[in-house]
């Protein structure tokens, strides 16, 4: 596993040999794996209630206990769990009656360490990527902003970035919505000692306490309506790595205690279940918020503030980032046109000029959105002005006040900007004030 790249992963072993036990230890203890030992599976199962494993490998003769009754159990308690049965030559036909039942492979012992080795490898490789795939798949469908930057204001703050990222300090990054904090995140993750393990996100306001804290730690099977399994929480997934919570501003209050008493203590309790957890995670948070104001309010713990904030990052605006808006635009226009299989070659000067002289109320995201939209429509070689749609009644971005526009145009300015620089709908109508079937319904009169 060493020689993989993946790093160590953890494991538990369950057999009823104790020299079995002993050379399977310490074959893969010398691979920089983490390892728990059980003899019966009542030791297993109260091994599983605190700790979570990526790999159990499983003898299927334990004494007294059926090793398929122990598998089948395993498989409700952790479902996650990669499990390759342990057996001897005598008994194969029943490793693959195991392998229908869930398990992920077989050895047959006397196996030799390579062998050993080899069938851990393989299963933590498929555990690894399994949790990796989520995060890989959404920055394949929502392309961030590149990092490489000509402004100075923002290599000021990438360059403390990479030197925070070696340590496990938690990291609060703030800006306005749109301004790649996200991707900022995934980079710091990137650059740290914990890159070979997973970075889990979490989008704080999308989910009410109540389903956030099973989102967050887990929960047990029966603990509540609908839970007919247990559930492996985020903050296992990111164990190991780093936990990243977007838009932090928005994480529930009631909730704030058990989140605090996490960061300080790394301890948790999944939902329905007693049995204290340990996990090992750098915390990632990002906010467009003003979290001292709200703590003011009384709308954010102070003590977790203080727990966030060891080190501070602020991404500047777009408008302030002038030397980058043209590069930002020729990277997502060149993914754009492959994707759409667009004639489009680059941007008129007018063109040019316009996305310079805009301010982007809606930073990245919203230049992001403008270019996909202008490759769409644009069946010329270059995007003209008209095709970006940035609206010549417009001053500085934004509606000017008193300008030659009637209030439905001041309406569909104001929304268009509001939606760009929105993350969700949802998100968008609830800056607007209104709810959603109101905002569907304005979208489709502005036809936006």
């Known amino acids: 596993m060493a020689d993989s790249g993946l790093g160590g992963g953890r494991i538990l072993l369950v057999d009823d040999e104790t020299a079995i036990l002993r050379t399977f230890r310490y074959c893969l203890e010398d691979q920089g794996h983490e390892v728990a030992t059980a003899s019966s599976a009542a030791q297993a199962e109260a091994l599983l209630q605190r700790q979570v494993f990526d ?42 009656d195991a392998m229908q039942a869930g398990a992920a492979d077989y050895l047959v012992k006397p196996c030799s360490p390579d062998q050993l080795r080899l069938a851990a490898a393989k299963q933590l490789e498929v555990r690894q990527l399994a949790a990796r795939l989520e995060a890989l798949e959404d920055e394949v469908r929502q392309p961030g902003a590149h990092l490489d930057s ?32 996200g991707e900022l995140a995934r980079a710091i993750h990137g650059w740290s000692k914990r890159a070979k393990k997973a970075c889990v996100t979490i989008n704080c306001p999308s989910l009410t306490a109540e389903l956030m804290e099973s989102e967050l730690f887990g929960h047990s099977r029966g603990a509540f309506t609908g839970a007919s399994e247990s559930t492996l929480g985020r903050v296992s997934q990111a164990d190991g790595g780093s936990l990243f919570l977007d838009e932090i501003g928005d994480f529930p209050l009631p909730l704030q205690p058990k989140l605090l008493r996490f960061i300080q203590d790394k301890e948790y309790e999944r939902v329905g279940d007693p049995v204290t957890r340990h996990a090992d995670i750098r915390i990632l948070a990002a906010t467009n918020q003003d979290l001292d104001e709200m703590v003011r309010d009384g709308r954010f713990r102070e003590d977790l503030l203080y727990r966030l904030n ?19 635009a020729e990277g997502f226009l060149a993914h754009f046109v492959k994707e759409y299989a667009r004639p489009v070659h680059g941007f008129s000067e007018a063109a040019r000029a316009a996305l310079q002289d805009y ?36 001053e500085g971005g934004a509606p000017r006040i008193g300008a030659p526009l009637s209030l439905e145009e001041l309406e569909r300015a104001h929304i268009t900007a509001v939606l760009a620089a929105s993350a969700t709908l949802d998100q968008a109508a609830r800056t607007l004030g209104i709810d959603a079937s109101t905002l569907y319904r304005k979208r489709k009169q502005f036809g936006l």
């Not at 100075?152 to 990054?173: K, Y």
Request: net charge negative.
């Open 55 to 96: 790999l159990c490998l499983l003898d299927l003769r334990l004494g007294d206990d059926d090793g398929l009754d122990v598998l089948a159990q395993m498989r409700v308690q952790a479902p996650w769990m990669r499990v390759v049965i342990v057996t001897a030559h005598s008994a194969v036909d029943t490793a693959v």
């Open 150 to 181: 000509r402004s100075p204001a923002l290599m000021t703050v990438l360059e403390t970035a990479r030197q925070v990222a070696a340590t496990d300090a938690n990291i609060l990054i703030l800006g306005e919505s749109g301004t790649g904090k």
């Open 310 to 328: 060891v080190i501070t990052l602020t991404l500047p605006p777009l408008r302030e980032r002038v030397e980058d808006i043209l590069d930002l």
């Open 359 to 394: 301010a982007w109320p809606g930073n990245i995201r919203e230049l992001r959105n403008v270019i996909e939209r202008a490759s769409i429509i644009c069946s010329a070689e270059l995007i003209e002005p008209e095709h970006l749609g940035l609206g010549e009644e417009l």
